[in-house]
Structure formats: C-alpha cells, structure tokens
C-alpha cells in the first residue's frame, strides 16, 4: 500500500514538473521568476514614490495609467515583432532597457532632483518595453513547452514568480522604510539586469513567423483575426474587464496600506506578499492536475471569485482580514491568468501568435490605465468603495458568461 502510494505521489510531482522536460524551460523560468521579483519591486516602489511625492491617491493612478496607455497602444506593434523577430534578444534587450531606465530614477532620486514628471517619462518609456516583452516572452514560452506543456509552464511561472514576489515584496518594504527609495530603485535595477544576463543561457532559436507582409499589413490582420474569432475576440474583452476593474487594485496598494490600513510601508510590503502567498497555494494545485478540459469553466468561476475577493478587500478595515483577502485575490487571480492564457495559445493561429498575444498583453497595461479609473473614483468616492465597485463589475461579467462557456470548448485541450 505504502508503495502504491508513493507511486502515485511520484507520478504527480512529475506531471507537476513536466515542463522542465522542455530543453530551454529551465532557462526560461529563472528569467520568469527574476521578473516577477522585479516587477513586484518596481510597482510598490513608483507607487510610493508618486505617493510620497505628491501626496494624492489620484496622481498615483495618473502615473500607473501612464505606463498602461502606452503599453495598450504599442502592443499589437510589439506583437507584431515578436511574429518576425528572434524573440530570445527581444527579450534580452527588453529587459536590459528596464534595468536601465531604473536605474536612472535611482541615481536622480540619490542626488535630490528626482521629480514626478521623471518617474511619468520612464513610465511611459517602460511601457512601450513592456509591449515588446509581453508577446516575445508568451511566444517563446510556446516554442519551447509546446501545447502539451503550457498550462505546467504557465502554473509553474505564476508558483515561482510568486515565491520571489513573495520575498521581493518583503524587502522592498523593508527597504522603502529603513534607507528611502532611492536605494530601493537601484536594487530592482540590479534584478531586472539579471532577468537580462539569464536568457543568455537560453539557445534553443525562437521561431517567428518569416512573412513578406508589410509592418501595416500585418497589423491590419492581427485585428481582422481578432474581430472575426470569437474565443479570442471574447476572451480578450473579458481579460480587458478583468485588468482595468480588477487588476487595478495594485495601484491603490499603497494608499490601502498607507492611508486606509494605517500600516505604512511594511504593511504594503505584507500585502503585496500575501497576494504572493495566495498565488503559489492556487498554481501548487493547478500544476499538479496537468491539463484541465474545461478551460472556459475555470477561467469563468475564478473572474467571479476574483471579483468577489477584490470587492471585500477594498471594504476590509483590519488589517490582518486584508492580508488574508490579499492572498485569496492572488489565488483566484493567478486561476484565471493561467486559465485565459492556455484559452489563447491552444486557441490561436500559429501565425498570428505573437500578435494575439501582443493584444492579450495590451490588456495588461488596462489594469495600469484602472489605476487611474481607481485613482479618480476614490478621490471622489473613497479608495474602498471605488474598488469595491470594480469588484462588482468583475463579477457581472462573469456571471453573464457563465452562459456563454462553451465558446472555449471549441479548441483541445492540453494532455
């Protein structure tokens, strides 16, 4: 019996593994988890900084909607590269640029002229590297893993990431409170140089699509694809829904933390790391099933509970119920991420790959652009209610597709 049963257990953590059988993925994920950190770590620190700078919850969505409009409006071009490019140096220069962008804003902050419209011009900056990161790092997660393997790498990605999201998130806010954001913009930049120097080891060639179609021509075909497949048309509506009522909740950390939960900059570090907390419990358990058929079902039922938990953690007023709501809104979040995406990348053309997901990533930068949406509503109506409200209107939407699941029943699923 007992051997029965550790048979079985080994067999699990293999499927719950599986895609590092990919050549390459090893790679690919120490760049994925090195970003997560990163990412983690800027966000908490520009939102403090705007705060710290300008004293305003609305100034601090105004600079999240910066990076995210520019994101949205560039992302079918960095889609489009991702079709006709080596996306292994896509990402390597991506990366790099970050790093250095950063870094700028650490010394400028270190010498006392760093001001708010430094941080909007390198918002908007990485927002257009963001564009190009997004669709070249899906795409080429696709050609190593394959359909079979995508959903363990997606799972994988998020349980990693969010282990070093987790931690960055930690520090940061230790950092943040002990020696000011100056220093703290320079150790990001010092990450996001790391998740530059590792795809160095990734030599396994990415494969876009080698086309004679001109730059505009295949810009134009992206969309006319979209517009005429109903999976993807719709599933990136409900992504875009979900990024700019739901998502945006990031940007208002800090005034939660600050303002609301009187926790100051530890306590946004907390938070951020209990949204972590909840993100590696959700993938450990979607890591290990290896496949799940129905893709619409899951992606549907986690955008409501998202929605839900996201309301109830605008309206929480203890601190220790908003970490605990904190880590349920990471677990459902990180469900439905790895739900839409695998939707998408069974789902779409080989060929148009890398501009569907440029239009998948551009929804992304609507959560930044929500930022702003948050930022006004809660000048106006309170933080909390405001996320409440896009909370609600999260859920809507998911309650109106539960009807509508069998669109993504159509493509087949991942074995």
Do not use: K
Not at 146 to 153: P, Q, T, V, Y
Not at 302 to 326: H, K, N, R, T
Not at 392 to 413: D, G, M, N, Q
């Amino acid at each position: 019996m007992g051997i029965s049963i550790n048979g079985r257990m080994q067999a699990r953590l293999r499927t719950a593994v599986r895609a590092f059988d990919a050549p390459g993925f090893t790679w690919l994920a120490l760049c994925r988890f090195a970003l997560w950190g990163a990412w983690s770590m800027e966000t908490i620190i520009h939102g403090w900084a705007v705060l710290q700078l300008t004293d305003s919850p609305l100034w601090v969505g105004v600079a999240a909607s910066v990076r995210g409009g520019v994101h949205m409006a560039m992302s079918l071009v960095g889609g489009t590269l991702a079709d006709r490019f080596d996306r292994r140096r896509l990402l390597i220069a991506a990366n790099a640029s970050t790093a250095s962008v950063i870094l700028l804003l650490g010394v400028l902050w270190n010498v006392g002229v760093l001001s708010l419209w430094h941080i909007l011009v390198a918002l908007a900056v990485t927002g257009v590297i963001d564009a190009v990161r997004g669709p070249a790092f899906s795409a080429l997660t696709f050609d190593i893993v394959g359909s079979e393997r995508i959903l363990n790498a997606d799972a994988l990605f998020v349980m990693g990431g969010s282990v070093f999201r987790g931690g960055a998130s930690l520090v940061t806010g230790v950092t943040l409170a002990t020696f000011g954001v100056g220093t703290a913009y320079l150790a990001v930049s010092v990450v996001f140089m790391v998740s530059a120097l590792v795809p160095l080891g990734l030599r396994r060639a990415s494969s876009p699509t080698h086309s004679t179609e001109s730059a505009g021509a295949a810009l134009r075909s992206g969309f006319r694809y979209v517009l005429a497949t109903p999976p993807i048309r719709e599933a990136l509506y409900l992504s875009l829904v979900a990024e700019l009522f739901g998502f945006a909740y990031m940007a208002m950390l800090p005034v939660m933390a600050r303002d609301v939960l009187q926790a100051g900059a530890t306590g946004l570090g907390a938070l951020s790391a209990a949204v972590s907390v909840g993100q590696f419990c959700a993938m450990v358990g979607l890591a290990s099933f290896g496949s799940v058929a129905r893709r619409g079902g899951l992606m549907l039922t986690s955008m409501l509970c998202f929605g839900l938990a996201v309301a109830a953690f605008g309206l929480s007023p203890v601190f220790a119920l908003s970490l605990v709501l904190a880590a349920i809104v990471g677990s459902s979040a990180s469900l439905y991420d790895a739900a839409i995406g695998v939707v998408l990348q069974i789902a779409v053309d080989p060929d148009m790959r890398g501009r569907v997901l440029g239009l998948y990533t551009a929804t992304w930068g609507a959560s930044n652009v929500g930022g702003l949406l948050m930022g006004a509503l809660g000048t106006a109506i309170t933080v909390p209610l405001a996320l409440a409200l896009g909370g609600t209107v999260i859920a809507a939407h998911a309650v109106l597709y539960l009807r509508r699941r069998h669109l993504w029943a159509e493509a087949p699923a991942p074995t």
